[in-house]
């Protein structure tokens, strides 16, 4: 193994188990793309073993820190043995097994649906032991049927690997659509073509937080994806769901997503529109609803991009907070890592002020258990939410 020798004073943040070294903290040593390395000290302390990728600003990704050698069979059964509950319990059969960095397998997601496992790779050490990594799921991923990759992911470009498509790397080829359980829906998961590996999981504890307000509410579910918030406000009892997306197919699936389920009356209505130009035209039209949920696309990818951001936010926030009815909820979400909580709600402070309303905060959110997030890197935390009720 390579050795990579850090610069003075650049080592206490390793040493603090955060998984990241930047070329600016590397002294001495170099390797090839996707190789381990072991790291020291400039005092020749060894720090562990890492992942090398000449490419990217992350210069290392720490696999195993002090003494400890990497096993990536050990690391797989130990990140899918913690989910062993989801395992056990019938409440889903889609879950996330890999949680990349906080899972201590830097830049490797796995997303697991009905024994179907997708992978995305977006570090160059991920890339190069992905063979074995998919050995190990199909070895320790109970039912396991295949294990798939997606390297459509746009961060690969900045480690220097090519953006492909779908491949099976071991077992068979799932169909077309797998069929998935939460709670009491269904949905169909593109894993091919659908976002991320093809379902948003993560927002799997706000989907039943959100649910549980819609009985008999009018409900507007904006960027809905293929239905996940809107089809639990239908299990729940609401009154009437509007989905709002900007994507045909999306709004294609949550319509099959629909057909799965049971209805207790709920009118359904589907709206293929941009959400900044819907709220205005609801606002015109003087449309009022219940509960509203904003869950938009990462609007801010840096920190530089998040002055521009906060303004989406807010816009949306605002148009959204003035559609409610007295007593109404809002559920609102920001996906961009680069906004921290407290940046997320002052903004929805600001837009309430501009709104002319008063606002309780009933539940905040955040991504569900099988995204955890290492406390040794908070980088790992992106989602927050927050329901507010109009008081
Ligand atoms: N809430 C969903 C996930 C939402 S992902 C779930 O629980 O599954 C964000 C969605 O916003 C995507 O489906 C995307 O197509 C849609 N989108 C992005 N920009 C949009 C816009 N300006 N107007 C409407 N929808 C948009």
Redesign the pocket.
């Known amino acids: 193994m390579e050795r990579i020798v850090l610069a003075k004073g650049r080592d206490w943040s390793v040493h603090n188990r955060h998984p990241w070294v930047f070329g600016g903290a590397v002294a001495e040593g170099s390797a090839g793309p996707g190789e381990s390395v072991e790291v020291f000290s400039s005092s020749g302390e060894r720090l562990g073993v890492g992942w090398y990728s000449p490419k990217s600003e992350i210069r290392v990704r720490m696999v195993a820190f002090g003494a400890d050698e990497v096993s990536i069979p050990a690391l797989v059964s130990a990140s899918v043995g913690r989910r062993a509950d989801f395992f056990v319990n019938s409440y889903t059969n889609a879950v996330r097994l890999v949680n990349a960095e906080s899972d201590g397998l830097p830049g490797v997601v796995v997303d697991c649906y009905d024994g179907y496992a997708v992978c995305q790779f977006t570090s160059a050490g991920a890339e190069a032991n992905k063979r074995e990594i998919a050995d190990a799921l199909m070895k320790y991923v109970p039912m396991c049927r295949a294990v798939c990759e997606r390297s459509d992911v746009r961060e690969r470009t900045k480690e220097g690997l090519e953006c492909g498509g779908f491949s099976v790397l071991a077992g068979e080829e799932p169909p077309e659509f797998v069929e998935i359980f939460e709670g009491g829906c269904k949905f169909l998961v593109d894993v091919r073509n659908g ?1 991320k590996t093809g ?2 999981l993560d ?1 799997r504890d ?2 039943a937080i959100v649910g549980a307000v819609c009985n008999g509410a009018e409900v507007l ?9 809107g089809l639990f406000a239908r299990a729940a009892g609401a009154a009437k769901v509007t989905q ?4 045909s197919e ?1 709004l294609a699936l949550a319509k099959r997503n629909e057909a799965l389920g049971h209805s207790c009356g709920t009118e359904m209505e589907y709206v293929e ?4 130009e ?1 709220l205005r035209k609801c606002r015109d039209s003087g449309r009022k609803f219940d509960v509203i ?1 904003l ?3 990462k609007f801010a990818s840096s920190h530089r991009a998040l002055e521009r951001a906060a303004r989406g936010y807010k816009d949306i926030n605002l148009l959204a907070m003035k559609l409610l009815r007295a007593n109404g909820c809002l559920a609102t979400f920001s996906c961009s890592g680069a906004m921290s909580r407290e940046f997320f709600f002052k903004v929805l402070s600001q837009a309430a002020a501009d709104a002319g309303r008063g606002f309780q905060v009933v539940s905040t959110m955040r991504q569900a258990a099988d995204h955890p997030v290492a406390l040794s890197f908070p980088e790992g935390f992106y989602l927050k939410g927050a329901l507010i009720r109009a008081i």
């Open positions: 976002h379902f948003y927002q706000a989907r579910n904006a960027f809905s994806y293929t239905g996940g918030f709002v997306d900007i994507s999306a529109a941009d959400v900044f819907y949920v869950d938009p696309p």
